[in-house]
């Protein structure tokens, strides 16, 4: 078990990260509760992670092998965190961990290839990770997974952080990269059917309305060598059926960062520092 950051913290619900978008100032809502810090437990986990993982992956999530990358990640030692409210029985509400991303699992490299296919647009980006990705590649490159659940607040993701770091030296696992995956999202203004069509016309991005399912990833795009917004490859769900406002939609993104070791470690005090605990 790992240590108990903090007890019966008070947790203002419209800090989460989407609930900003939905509880009014004036209605606010203050819960106690106890986050628990536990190593990863592959006798607990695996379905919550399975779960996490499809919800990370948004309308691609049905792509991958997430039981295969459910068992890589809750392999027996695995470096990891998750933080829990009922014990080390319960279910994680959220979760890290760090995943070697040239390992010979087919699971892994699924996802890998996807990052690339999903980069290809962004030639530099592409080319650089081909080329860390290569089996001649003398770079070591991994995946840190990082997601919770909806309602989470921010403030818990800069511990996890700091502990993967620390728990990666304390085992002398060393990267040269890290690729990180997560998703942001367009605000996108209602569509309005036009009489004289058929269809809906395309709903329109309203200029510089774009905000982050997870903030702590305005940090870390900061201190990335490269990051990229792509369209998922499966669209299920029209924007307007997203709604966070009554007249606006949200059209979510996938979102891929790349960051070397020095960077990821200089972003981590400075996520602390925006996102400090309550």
């Known amino acids: 078990m790992k240590r108990k950051v903090d007890e019966e913290s008070d947790i203002d619900v419209s800090s989460t990260d989407e609930s900003d978008q939905e509880v009014d100032q004036g209605e606010e809502e203050t819960v106690d509760v106890d986050f628990d810090f536990f190593n990863l437990n592959p006798d607990v986990d695996f379905h919550a992670t399975k779960m996490l993982l499809r919800q990370l992956f948004g309308d691609d ?158 940090v870390l795009e900061k201190h990335a060598k490269y990051n990229i917004y792509s369209d998922y490859t499966n669209h299920k769900q029209e924007t307007d059926s997203r709604r966070v406002f009554s007249e606006h939609g949200i059209d979510p993104k996938l979102s891929v960062m790349l960051l070397d070791a020095a960077s990821l470690e200089n972003a981590v005090p400075e996520m602390a520092e925006q996102f400090p605990p309550f």
């Open 61 to 218: 999530g049905s792509m991958f092998d997430v039981s295969g990358l459910a068992d890589v990640i809750l392999v027996k030692d695995a470096i990891g965190t998750t933080i829990k409210t009922d014990g080390k029985e319960s279910d994680p509400f959220a979760m890290i961990s760090v995943i070697d991303a040239q390992q010979s699992q087919p699971c892994v490299k699924q996802v890998m290839d996807y990052l690339v296919e999903k980069t290809q647009k962004h030639t530099e980006f592409n080319m650089f990770l081909r080329k860390l990705l290569a089996k001649d590649s003398k770079k070591r490159v991994a995946w840190i997974f990082s997601e919770r659940l909806i309602n989470m607040p921010v403030e818990v993701t800069p511990p996890l952080y700091k502990m993967l770091l620390e728990e990666m030296a304390e085992h002398d696992l060393k990267f040269d990269y890290f690729v990180i995956v997560s998703k942001i999202y367009y605000v996108v203004a209602a569509q309005i059917p036009d009489e004289n069509k058929s269809k809906k016309q395309k709903a329109q991005i309203i200029e510089n309305e774009t905000d982050y399912f997870h903030y702590e990833d305005m």
